[in-house]
């Protein structure tokens, strides 16, 4: 499909999109499409595949993880004791000497 084509279709759908209320939209794209039932098609299977989609495709909160458990200096996880935060920006390494000899504690 060329550039030329899929314009018309991208702009109807963008445009439809912003019509919440399904009459509006309706009304809409009788008038944008006109007698064209092959563009109407084409722009009504975007829609139906935006709603189906759902949030998918909208931008998600993150949550860091300290806010999410809670942990931090002196939690004991397991058989473990947190000492100190690792900087998200410091690279680990295995047999590194970030190790201690204790295995009951981690950095």
Not at 35 to 44: G, T
Not at 87 to 94: A, E, G, L, N, Q
């Amino acid at each position: 499909m060329s550039d030329e084509i899929r314009r018309p279709v991208r702009e109807i759908f963008a445009n439809a999109l912003e019509l919440k209320d399904h009459r509006e939209r309706e009304g809409y794209l009788a008038q944008a499409c006109g007698q064209d039932s092959q563009l109407r098609q084409q722009v009504e299977s975007l829609l139906s595949a935006h709603q189906e989609a759902g949030a998918f495709l909208q931008p998600t909160v993150v949550v860091q993880p300290k806010e999410l458990i809670g942990e931090g200096p002196g939690t004991v996880v397991g058989r473990y004791t947190l000492r100190s935060a690792m900087p998200s920006s410091m690279p680990t390494r295995r047999g590194s000497s970030t190790a201690t000899s204790n295995p009951r504690t981690c950095w």
